[in-house]
Every structure is written in C-alpha cells, then in structure tokens.
C-alpha cells in the first residue's frame, strides 16, 4: 500500500539546521509532486514547499524562503528538507504527502493524500 | 498573503447535518479540497476538487462549490467524525498552496 514515513525530526538550538527525510513506497514516486506541511502546535495546517516530479520545480511559502531547502531523490524513494537558521516558530510536526494523482495517462494535481505520520521539529535553546 | 477563512467550530446533534464553509478570493478559479484531522493523528482527504470523494470514505461526506465558497457537508454526522477539518486550495496563480483557518466539528 502507499506509504510514507518521515524522520530526521529532533530538538535544536534556534539558528541551527535539521534533515527530514520521507521514505516513499507502495507507488512510482518519480511521477510524483511531493510537498512538505507542518502544523505548529495546536495550531492549523500550513504548507511549506513542494517539489516537482523531476525536482526542476520548487516552490517555498514565504515564511521558510531562504531558510529551507527541499530536494528529493528518485532512486531512493526519498524526498527531503535541509531546514537551516531554524527559529522558535518552525516548532512544529512536519508532514511530508504526496500531491495529487497520476493514472496511466496523465497527473492532477493541486491536493495532498496521502500524508505520512509526521515528525516532530522542536526549536529551543 | 492569500488566506481561506472558515468558522472555528460547528457543533451538531448525531443524525443531523453539518455544513463547513470555506471562503477566498480565489476559490471561483482554483478547486477546494477538505482533509478531517483526529486528535494525534495526520490529516485525511475527504474531498478532493470540490466535490470528488476519495475512495473509502462515506457517502455521508459530500462537498460543493459556489463563488467564492466551498462547503463540506457531513449528512447523518455520528460520533467518529468528530474532528479538526481543514479546507485547502491555492492561490489564483495555481503557484503557492494555502489551508484554512480550520474547523472543530463537536457532535454534541
């Protein structure tokens, strides 16, 4: 079945950096856009990046812009993010899913499904 | 930046039903999905393109369009499908991604 799971979550100083990995399997990852959302605590959903099938689209909500870096593998089934000068308010759960859907002929995309469990990203001194 | 607003809760009654709004500028353009959220646990499509149910979820889950809205609908709510639920779509360049403020469903 279609599986994701992420790690690499852990406590950090603020202005440290962090790795999240995503293990993708139970589906051709590579005919996949994949995106990161994080959920701080408590609070609402907010998505932070997402990364075309073949890695040459990227795009980044303003709130991690030149901080964070996702990138992906195809031949490992991963997809990743670098998050570097992280900062008390990047606490959160962080959720890698996979975006849309492709057929046999053709990819929508534009949703999230599905999700994997979450890691959490604690930013504290 | 772009923003979709939806009331904070809405509580109902077992058996009756429950309507969850969405609004942005947006949404006359761009499709609106819904996600259900359970305590500890991650999200879960239940809509996807306004109003296109994901295989294995109820029927009672249902979902439309009109202007600058979208609505999910929860018809004959029991007592799992108390949740957090999330609607979702994107700007009106298609580019950047944005979710709702959220919803609590308490059925009562």
């Known amino acids: 079945q279609v599986q994701l799971v992420e790690s690499g979550g852990g406590l950090v100083k603020p202005g440290g950096s962090l790795r999240l990995s995503c293990a993708a399997s139970g589906f051709i990852f590579s005919d996949y856009y994949m995106s990161w959302i994080r959920q701080a605590p408590g609070k609402g959903l907010e998505w932070v990046s997402y990364?075309?099938?073949?890695?040459?689209?990227?795009y980044y909500a303003d709130s991690v812009k030149g901080r964070f870096t996702i990138s992906r593998d195809n031949a490992k089934n991963s997809l990743y993010l670098q998050m570097d000068s992280l900062r008390a308010e990047d606490t959160a759960v962080y959720y890698c899913a996979r975006d849309g859907y492709c057929s046999s002929t053709s990819c929508s995309y534009g949703w999230f499904d599905p999700w994997g469990q979450g890691t959490l990203v604690t930013v504290s001194s | 930046s772009y923003e979709l607003t939806q009331p904070p809760s809405v509580s109902v009654s077992p058996g009756q039903t429950a309507r969850i709004t969405c609004s942005g500028d947006a949404l006359p353009k761009q499709y609106g999905y819904w996600y259900q959220q359970k305590p500890g646990q991650a999200p879960v499509l239940v809509i996807y393109k306004d109003s296109e149910r994901p295989p294995g979820i109820p029927e009672r889950f249902s979902g439309s369009s009109s202007g600058t809205t979208v609505t999910l609908t929860i018809s004959g709510v029991q007592a799992e499908d108390e949740a957090d639920y999330y609607c979702?779509?994107?700007?009106?360049?298609?580019?950047?991604?944005?979710f709702g403020t959220g919803t609590k469903v308490t059925v009562l």
């Open positions: 979702q779509s994107a700007d009106s360049s298609g580019t950047y991604y944005v």
């Open positions: 990364i075309s099938s073949g890695g040459s689209t990227i």
